[in-house]
């Protein structure tokens, strides 16, 4: 998985038992190589900078290389021969989206040839044939990959009846932020009873703002965030933009980054003003969204965003529910996208359509996946 952030690759390998909906999945190990060298050229691609069809075609195949070395890393690292590997799932680079349209560069038969296992990726596409919105598309996932651990009936001190179940939203702090709600059910990989929904602008905000403010790629552990204060006109300003967005109810992409908002008050606030108020914005926006707001029980944070502190500490601020991370319930935050996908491409596999007509918005979800035999 590479997001919107561009920063990283995150691999995950992750165990699947089972068949369709009644597979279980465990994390077992990640790596994250850093984009280093490509960071720019895929960030110059997305921000629509003009390229020729040699750089593009050049850059995706350079690309797949380097998702071959990261695996090569996984393996090694976590002693998994590679007969035991039954297919490498891709997201590719979001570098447009902007629905029906949208694309994730990625070039598959090199990764194919390199690591000699199956693989499938371009996961959105059959569900904006299918006139959904194509994001998100991690909702299902989430359901199979934390039912065990989310689910309070495992532990009959605090069940809830089921007449009355008060969901449990993971929410993505990506490079756009995005939630999945769970009901707090025995029936909780019903796919009638998830919900999904991208929010707002997130690290593609806070990273452009540590960018051009701040002179560094992020803020790091939201320190510079931490001693600022909230500005006030470019607070109420920030949230107005991100609740637009958020009530939009649609998948987040190219041209909702915000940029406007960051050139109008990076010159009149101090630098640690205007990072504290984007995560205070940010917080105020996610909170609000999700689903039964006031009913949460809790809310499960991943993504780079949770190494944000002082976003952390806004949306705990905002929300009366229990704030904790996936590390809690034995995934990594920043595997946690990645993780996903292995489940997604598994769902692939058995030909089980990974959207939901509750999150996408299409009425007969299809079959996903492009795959790439070696």
Not at 52 to 76: C, N, P, Q, V
Not at 209 to 218: G, H, S, T
Not at 316 to 322: E, F, L, Y
């Amino acid at each position: 998985m590479t997001g919107t952030s561009i920063d990283a690759l995150d691999a995950a390998l992750v165990a699947i038992e089972g068949e369709g909906l009644a597979m279980r999945a465990t994390f077992k190990h990640g790596v994250a190589e850093p984009l280093a060298a490509l960071a720019p050229r895929l960030r110059a691609l997305a921000e629509q900078q003009p390229m020729t069809a040699g750089d593009i075609a050049a850059l995706a195949r350079d690309f797949a290389l380097f998702h071959a070395t990261a695996i090569e890393r996984l393996l090694a690292e976590s002693r998994t021969p590679r007969e035991h590997i039954a297919l490498i799932c891709v997201h590719g680079q979001t570098v447009f989206h902007a629905p029906p349209v949208s694309w994730q560069l990625f070039e598959p038969a090199p990764l194919a040839h390199a690591t000699r296992i199956p693989v499938v990726c371009n996961l959105r596409q059959a569900d904006l044939a299918a006139g959904g919105q194509g994001a998100p598309i991690t909702p299902l996932a989430d359901a199979i990959l934390f039912a065990d651990t989310v689910n309070p009936f495992a532990s009959s001190a605090d069940s809830l009846t089921p007449s009355r179940p008060n969901p449990v939203a993971i929410v993505n702090l990506g490079g756009f932020a995005n939630y999945t709600t769970l009901p707090e059910s025995k029936d909780i990989i019903n796919p009638a009873n998830i919900r999904g929904g991208d929010i707002c602008a997130c690290n593609q905000l806070l990273d452009a703002l540590a960018r051009v403010v701040l002179r560094q790629p992020y803020d790091a552990d939201g320190q510079t965030a931490l001693a600022g204060q909230v500005h006030d006109e470019a607070f109420e300003d920030l949230e107005g933009i991100l609740r637009v967005q958020a009530l939009s109810r649609r998948s987040l992409g190219t041209g909702d980054e915000v940029g406007d908002w960051l050139s109008r008050y990076r010159i009149h606030v101090a630098p640690a003003d205007l990072a504290r108020t984007a995560c205070e914005a940010i917080a105020s926006v996610i909170v609000e969204r999700l689903p039964a707001s006031e009913h949460l029980q809790r809310i499960i944070l991943a993504g780079g965003g949770v190494r944000n502190a002082a976003l952390v500490r806004a949306i705990r601020s905002a929300s009366p529910a229990r704030v904790t991370t996936t590390q809690d319930h034995g995934v990594p935050i920043e595997f946690r996208e990645a993780a996903c996908f292995a489940v997604l491409g598994a769902l692939c596999q058995d030909r089980v359509p990974i959207t939901l007509t509750s999150v996408t918005g299409t009425n007969h979800p299809p079959i996903a996946g492009q795959w790439c035999t070696p």
